[in-house]
């Protein structure tokens, strides 16, 4: 009997459900990880984590990868998710190149390889697949799934494209032309897509542990070539009624700005993007960047009350520079005292967080568990 088929079986309570749910979230986060610390991290009592571990361990989705350094007291053993259960490719569509990477259960990144971004989506999706079958073509095993990240909306039913303004993609059914052409190559399985800071934001809180467990308000901002904000709030991602939550970038910060995509002038990403950085950055004028972007953040930062704002992407280079000037310009023009709101660069590169997030948003689904973070 399957795992999931033993838990429908037993009918398991609400509450043995939550616990399931949480030891998957702290063997996520901090593998390798021992069943003592299982406990102390999430409260709940070490003959239940033993109970669960070993239901888990008897389906080979955890297995021991050794013991704990050798100290005072018994050594213990380490449990992590088993890197041979199941893999998915993880996709970051970006302006000039695409990473596919093969990421386990473990949350290992495997393998990866890199194509140029074609603004056609049917040649973009051959070249795509071309890469992915070196990982899993003829022969091979298949991935549990594929997931897709672009910089650009994404419909609730996180299978098309609305708008990827950046290489002109409309409405564009890109889970279903990317299956298509897997179906071609012989690979059979699912894809969907999302977007890269709802993705980089699951990946933040999932992974970074830096991050307290009782931060439930976070602010995640991706710097590439236009700006993205991901939204955790009370304990969970949010995605608004339309999967388009999150869309600061396009606050009008200036009317006199420069013209947006959307046909408006002075949206925050026309004026803080990565390109935007490179210009002040050649003419010495890193402050008034900072000015900028502390506006738009200001905004985001007085309607949402958060605990933590992460950044990632083209700041962090000159994250030393940044944050003082960052912080002193927040504080001017709050409109609260924002002691108790830390801001911290991302723990990921501005790739490896959607790449990482998209593979937990899959990987979870697998599992057949959902969680406060998804």
């Given at each position: ?352 967080g959607p790449i990482f997030g998209g593979a937990l948003m899959v990987l979870r689904k697998y ?8």
């Amino acid at each position: 009997m399957s795992f999931t088929e033993r838990r429908s079986a037993g009918v398991p309570s609400e509450l043995r459900e939550r616990n399931l749910k949480t030891i998957i979230d702290v063997v996520f986060r901090y593998q390798p990880v021992s069943r003592t610390n299982i406990a102390k991290l999430t409260g709940i009592s070490k003959p239940t984590v033993s109970k669960l571990v070993g239901l888990l361990m008897s389906e080979n989705y955890i297995v021991k990868t050794g013991k704990t350094s050798s100290g005072l007291g018994k050594r213990q053993e380490l449990l992590s998710f088993n890197p041979e259960k199941a893999f998915v490719i993880s996709v970051d569509v970006g302006l000039a190149t695409t990473i596919v990477a093969k990421v386990d259960l473990s949350m290992k990144m495997t393998n990866k390889c890199e194509i140029k971004t074609s603004e056609s989506p049917e040649r973009f999706a051959s070249e795509l697949v071309d890469c992915l079958s070196d990982f899993c073509g003829a022969g091979k095993e298949s991935p549990a799934s594929v997931v897709i990240s672009v910089p650009g909306l994404v419909r609730s039913d996180l299978r098309t494209a609305i708008n990827v303004p950046l290489l002109h993609w409309t409405d564009l059914p890109l889970a279903e032309l990317v299956e298509e052409r897997l179906r071609l190559n012989g690979i059979v399985c699912g894809v969907s897509i999302n977007n890269d800071s709802k993705l980089g934001v699951l990946a933040e809180v999932a992974l970074n542990k830096d991050i307290p467990d009782s931060f439930s308000n976070i602010v995640y901002v991706l710097v590439k070539e236009g700006v993205g904000v991901g939204l955790y709030i009370n304990g969970s991602l949010y995605v608004g009624s339309n999967h388009i939550a999150g869309e600061f970038g396009h606050m009008s910060i200036d009317p006199k700005g420069p013209e947006c995509s959307c046909g408006r002038r002075g949206c925050w990403l026309t004026m803080v993007g990565s390109r935007e950085l490179d210009g002040f950055i050649r003419e010495n004028r890193l402050e008034d960047y900072i000015e900028l972007f502390s506006v738009g953040l200001m905004n985001i930062v007085n309607g949402l009350d958060p605990n933590l704002v992460v950044i990632s992407g083209a700041l962090e280079q000159y994250w030393e520079r940044v944050l003082p000037s960052l912080r002193a310009k927040l504080k001017s023009i709050a409109l609260f005292d924002q002691s108790s709101m830390e801001i911290m660069k991302s723990a990921l590169d501005d790739r490896e967080g959607p790449i990482f997030g998209g593979a937990l948003m899959v990987l979870r689904k697998y599992l057949d568990i959902e969680t406060g973070v998804l």
